[in-house]
């Protein structure tokens, strides 16, 4: 009887450290904002990626910047309809989409999206909704960014050494725009070569 009690306690006491473990990533992790709560479509095929991802590449929408929930949801919506039906795309391209105040799902975590050429199966694509050629974008949109990716190394999505890239580095496209790009280049994991 001893022995059953002691292993119910060692039980208890593994299953709450995990508990308290994700609680712990879960409360580093900014608050994303859902698919449904932006009006997204079904996607009309998921490709899960293996994790963790090696690439990072940041992009930006060339749309109008969006403070409100509700002008968001309408450039989401947007983007999402212009990839699928115009694009012939499976979904919105980005896994995550910035706006001015907050962080959008596009297809989430260790979902491929179709933001990069050849890059696609082993990055994450974060866009930043707006054009970010000639102004930066909020000082919450970076942070929340930054957090974004110190989550995602640590809830193992992302590799701890991943690199960071703009999208100019791969193809020819002015994303994520001059003056992000160029502040792109200061923060953590960022390579100027691929």
């Known amino acids: 009887m001893r022995i059953a009690t002691i292993l119910l306690y060692c039980l208890i006491f593994v299953h709450q450290s995990v508990e308290d473990d994700e609680n712990r990533i879960v409360s580093n992790?900014?608050?994303?904002i859902g698919r449904k709560r932006?009006?997204?479509?079904?996607?009309?095929?998921i490709?899960?990626?293996t994790i963790p991802v090696k690439y990072v590449i940041v992009h930006h929408t060339v749309t109008p910047s969006c403070e409100t929930k509700l002008k968001c949801s309408n450039i989401l919506i947007g983007i999402q309809n212009?990839?699928?039906d115009?694009?012939?795309?499976?979904?919105?391209?980005y896994n995550f989409?910035?706006?001015?105040?907050?962080?959008?799902?596009?297809?989430?975590?260790?979902?491929?999206g179709g933001h990069t050429y050849?890059?696609?199966s082993n990055s994450t694509g974060i866009a930043f909704i707006g054009s970010?050629?000639?102004k930066m974008p909020t000082a919450v949109a970076i942070q929340k960014t930054k957090q974004l990716l110190k989550c995602g190394v640590e809830s193992g999505e992302l590799h701890p050494n991943y690199i960071l890239l703009g999208g100019r580095q791969i193809y020819a496209t002015e994303s994520p725009g001059l003056e992000l790009y160029a502040d792109l280049q200061d923060w953590e994991h960022w390579s100027s070569t691929l």
């Open 29 to 32: 992790c900014p608050q994303i």
């Open 38 to 45: 932006w009006g997204s479509r079904t996607a009309k095929s």
């Open 47 to 49: 490709t899960y990626q």
């Open 82 to 84: 212009y990839h699928m």
């Open 86 to 93: 115009e694009q012939g795309g499976e979904d919105i391209p």
């Open 97 to 112: 989409l910035v706006s001015d105040n907050d962080i959008y799902e596009g297809t989430g975590w260790h979902i491929r």
């Open 118 to 120: 050849n890059y696609n």
């Open 132 to 134: 970010f050629n000639e």
